[in-house]
């Protein structure tokens, strides 16, 4: 038996007790963006510390003006040195009535389809994705003593809040961090049977846009008709921001948007990934993106606008016949290629400074952001994981453009002047940021396996 | 000194204890729209109940659907008949960190140019108008131990949701309730030195939108771009519902709309009621109706559009990227002339209909409403009472066109054939609907004056 063997043999056989280490994770309800759950996401960093210590690394857990950040690390039999991200922060649980069973109670289900998944907040993203990292370093000293290759482990706690705290830190840290190649477990597979490597993530600003009117709630029946109403204007200001066509309207906004060419495009239409196979899982059907772009390309490489959440006036059971004086909204923009989140969060507050009619003023949110990141096709690293990930699934990687945003990933590139390489076991329905959360129990088991491989050949 | 002359001077006298039953009366959180104060709304029935019966009225509780009615009656001096109409319940008080003081612990307050006024939500709106009735009522009692014209109270706890269980019971109680004036204390004053008769009523059309899309909220960084955003469509939909010159653009909406003659305009425009007098106070300045309209037109003249609450996705602290499937916005559309409040909504409904796109589906509220109501400048009861007024006051009250809705008012005055007569003490700036409502102390004072002359007139 190889040594390789040997240590997917000790993955197969202790998943058990892998998952067990999963659950008291996932019992941690470490929502980084609720005040009141500051004490679980310091839970939560000690815990990974506690994990990494027991796996022979050096490892500390870090304050910060948010949540704390955790830092491991260990030599390896080669030179080659890794730096593996992830972050033990998860989104909130609202409406928690949509739930099934409790978020932080995690459990393992039977889908009709005979498929075990594991259900709870953060299973998929990204305590469970976390593991399947961690799990095959544990086997890997378990069955030699050592690892293929160094490792670095950073864990951070502000993920799902823009990780506005890690890049002073990266910042502080960067000799702790020197690698060749950042690995990161926060994305998806192509399909339940197919693995994928991602090398593109689109880059993120987020920004809240808050309306004032009058300087109180009127009463709609004396004023209606006269009084501007800040929900009306808010309203009108999201309608406008984009076209008939699906395209945004800011100036300048496209700046920066590079043409997928077109043997790529040609590439991903052999995907068959259409609007039917796409949204037809969460009911939808027709993209809703700019009318003249696949579905593919609107998630992959186009920019998107969302609103992440409205709320003005009574918003209680019955009525109440008033002109609401305030309204606010969450919003997101999706970045690819070369567009600049502060430009791009400029451009936006000007226009909408623009928008906003007599009678009415506007504020903004944080604006944080960060820009894309794209990572070159023909990286040694990556040949080197696809291999690794052929291996375990028996089919290559598909190379995909990915969708959401990893904040720090620009950062961690370009300060340590190494490449990430993202392989991830997500699945597109496991819910992450909704409720009924789940991560497949064969994504665990195999994601660990491909990892214990892809440490191997990454030394070679 | 003359029956009346004794009359007012016992109210004078007995203001401390007037204002005592009030303050008792405002201590009930009878808020109607909220099921948690069920219980409140009862006791304040009670409460009305109480007081009618310790002024010689036969008067009983009656149990509705929704919130109990309270009538009482008896006959009086004259063969005239008056009905009293007015509600004990109150609007929500929600946000609550912005009242300067608790909302049902009335306090008498001196504003800085030396008026007392009485705080607590109600004060206005509509239990101390009612007072001023009932404290009229109780000097005539006092003094005389009768009362100059028959009188029958009808108190209700569904007005401000809009009196959704009363007009079945105004049908079931048509024999009880005859009357040859309909008199009605929950408008307004032309300001605080002028009283005022209100002749016209807007009606009133609420209803709710509710835009569903994909059967679960989706990650915004997955799906962005090509999934349908309830919250847009929403946002959508209430953009589309008025143009940029104003006007609200339904089709048929207008139907009904009056013009207003140009010389009842031209007597608007002497009243000096524009943009700066009428939207300063509140902190605006540029009426934001249809553009070719008057502020004074815009008030009274003419139906209106608005969102009175809105509410979608994450509305938290912090951030959260997700795609919502789900938004909904509560509605209110006032109604003129003859515009009909069932086509209102069936119109409405079956535009927005036609606004939503692909992949989203809209449902509605309950769309309950009443048409607008307007009494005859010429009308005998109005004279009596224009002469009243202008004995206490020392100047002749203005007719104005009104803006609020009181929905049963249609009702009473069809059923009943009795003609409404509206006589209200409030002031803009009661804050009535908004933290911190108020009801000027001279308001109930003059107010329950003012009964007691009009009592004494419509016998005549």
Redesign the interface.
Known sequence: MSQLDAVLAHIDENLDASLERLFAFLRIASI????AHRDECRRAAEYVRAELAGLGFRADVHPTPGHPVVLGAQDGASDTRVLFYGHYDV??V?PLE?WDSQPFEPRIETLPDGGKIIRARGAADDKGQILTFLEAVRAWKAVTGTLPVGVSVLIEGEE???SVNLPAFVDASLPKLRADVVLVCDT?QWDPETPAITTGL?G?V?DEIVVR?????????????????A??V???I???L?DKEGRITIPGFYEGVPEVPEEVRAEWRQLGLD?DT??GP?????????KDRD?IE??QS???????????????????????AE?R??I?F?LVGDQNPVSVRDSFRAYVRELI???ASVTF?SGDGAPAVSVPLDSPWLAKAAKALADEWGKAPVTIGG???IPIIATLRSNLRAEPLLIGFGL?DD?????NEKYALKSFHKGARSWARVLQELAK
Chains 1, 2 share one sequence.
């Open positions: 980084s963006t609720d005040p989104q909130p609202d949509l799902e809040v823009g998806n689109r993120l987020h009117t009058a300087d109180r709630d009127l009463h709609s029946g004396l004023f209606g008709g006269a009084a501007q109403n929900i009306h808010l309203a009108g999201i309608a406008a984009r609007a796409f949204l969460v009911g939808l059907s027709v993209p809703a993106g700019e579905v609107q998630i186009r920019p998107a606008f969302d609103i992440n959440g409205i709320i003005g006036g009574y918003t209680g059971e019955g009525s109440k016949t008033v002109i609401p309204a909204a969450k997101t999706r009619p007599a009678d949110g969708g959401g945003s597109d819910r992450i940021h909704s409720p």
